[in-house]
């Protein structure tokens, strides 16, 4: 039994007096690099993903809002009557602007708001547009089943994470209050 014992206390005795290697040590912290990379990457994606769907929610609340004062002074908050949806002479306007109706009332016959006390900035820093001559695009997220820029539509927009306004696609995301 004693040669037994013997043969394994020297295997263990030689195995604690090797340390590693350095190219293990090397291959460790590039396993663990690739490994914190993934992580980011899927971090970012999540976090991109996060403010679309806040930026949704905020289009959500603005529609209530600009629902709301359209069924009180039967205009839009560019003051032009809801019918047409869109007749290719409205101008666009920055909802967050008192000229828009949401917070402050700027000569609106029969106003009862404010329908929202602060008008958010999207998650991106941008403030939210109400455009009435909008072309949806093939890509644009809430343009779901209208063509490429066969109708006009009257939106909420965030110009998206690029801060850009695009019309046909890009990144912005609109909500459509009606179209023609």
Known sequence: MGGTENFYMGALNKSNNKGFTFIEVLISIAVIGVLASLLTVSLLGAREKSRISRAKADLNQLQNAVRALETDTNVDPNKTPLIP????????????????????????????????????????????????????????????????????????????????????????????????
Request: proline share 5%.
């Open 85 to 180: 949806c869109s007749d290719g002479s409205m101008t666009e306007i920055y909802l967050h602007e008192c000229k828009a109706g949401i917070q402050c009332n700027d000569g609106f016959q029969r106003w009862r708001g404010p329908y929202m006390d602060v008008v958010p900035l999207d998650p991106w820093g941008t403030n939210y547009y109400f455009d009435p001559t909008y072309q949806c695009g093939a890509g644009t997220s809430g343009c779901n089943g209208i063509g490429d820029g066969a109708n006009t539509s009257r939106v909420i927009q965030s110009f998206g994470p690029n801060k850009v306004q695009e019309m046909n696609g890009g990144d912005d995301i609109v909500l459509v209050l009606c179209r023609s």
